[in-house]
């Protein structure tokens, strides 16, 4: 699993965020850090991807691409945005579990996209090639094209429940007092 904490946060800043938008609190708690607590509970291993060395102008799609070039020889990726805080240890092992069945597993809840998208190690080369914002959907599109996309409708909202602004710290905040 490949989780992204490289990117700059601007929007939350631009909604009047005081720290970057992964070391915001959510009930006392920075967001990645419950990212990265779901992740320790999924048992899967992973890697982080914070800033590199040209940061200014990395990507989403160079943030992907260097997490798999860290990982060349994993069987396979979940692609992890580091700000879903409320996303389900279950969920994640769902998604990997998918992934013996198709080179691409693409999760929805309610209707809506969500993440981590899965990618098989037949995808490798096409992640790696991956640069500037666009992130993968190029790569979800082209096996989607190819009938080869498993659509994996999943009843665990935490997968659409990022973190942009401050009005998504506190429809998060609420989500998570009504789950407990």
Same mark, same amino acid.
């Not at 965020?17 to 609190?25: C, E, Q, R, S």
């Not at 597993?105 to 640069?131: I, N, T």
């Not at 666009?134 to 096996?143: K, P």
């Given at each position: 699993?490949?989780?992204?904490?490289?990117?700059?946060?601007?929007?939350?800043?631009?909604?009047?965020?005081?720290?970057?938008?992964?070391?915001?609190?959510?009930?006392?708690?920075?967001?990645?850090?419950?990212?990265?607590?779901?992740?320790?509970?999924?048992?899967?291993?992973?890697?982080?991807?914070?800033?590199?060395?040209?940061?200014?102008?990395?990507?989403?799609?160079?943030?992907?691409?260097?997490? /798999?070039?860290?990982?060349?020889? *994993?069987?396979?990726?979940? =692609? %992890?945005?580091? @700000?879903? $805080?409320? &996303?389900?240890?279950?969920?994640?092992?769902?998604?990997?579990?998918?992934?013996?069945?198709?080179?691409?597993?693409?999760?929805?809840?309610?209707?809506?996209?969500?993440?981590?998208?899965?990618?098989?190690?037949?995808?490798?080369?096409?992640?790696?090639?991956?640069?500037?914002?666009?992130?993968?959907?190029?790569? /979800?599109?082209?096996?989607?094209? *190819?009938?080869?996309?498993? =659509? %994996?409708?999943? @009843?665990? $909202?935490? &997968?659409?429940?990022?973190?942009?602004?401050?009005?998504?710290?506190?429809?998060?905040?609420?989500?998570?007092?009504?789950?407990?």
């Amino acid at each position: 699993m490949i989780v992204l904490a490289a990117g700059h946060g601007r929007r939350f800043a631009e909604s009047g965020g005081a720290t970057h938008k992964l070391d915001a609190l959510l009930d006392g708690v920075p967001v990645l850090q419950r990212v990265l607590d779901s992740v320790a509970g999924s048992g899967l291993r992973f890697h982080l991807v914070r800033p590199g060395v040209t940061a200014e102008t990395d990507g989403m799609g160079d943030s992907i691409s260097r997490g /798999v070039a860290a990982t060349a020889a *994993a069987p396979g990726w979940l =692609i %992890l945005p580091g @700000d879903l $805080p409320l &996303i389900r240890p279950e969920t994640l092992l769902r998604v990997a579990r998918e992934l013996s069945s198709s080179p691409v597993v693409q999760p929805f809840c309610s209707g809506r996209r969500g993440h981590p998208v899965g990618f098989a190690a037949q995808c490798r080369d096409a992640l790696l090639a991956l640069r500037g914002d666009r992130g993968a959907a190029t790569v /979800v599109g082209s096996y989607r094209e *190819a009938g080869q996309l498993r =659509i %994996l409708e999943l @009843d665990d $909202p935490g &997968i659409v429940t990022d973190i942009d602004t401050l009005e998504d710290l506190a429809q998060a905040e609420a989500l998570l007092q009504s789950r407990d």
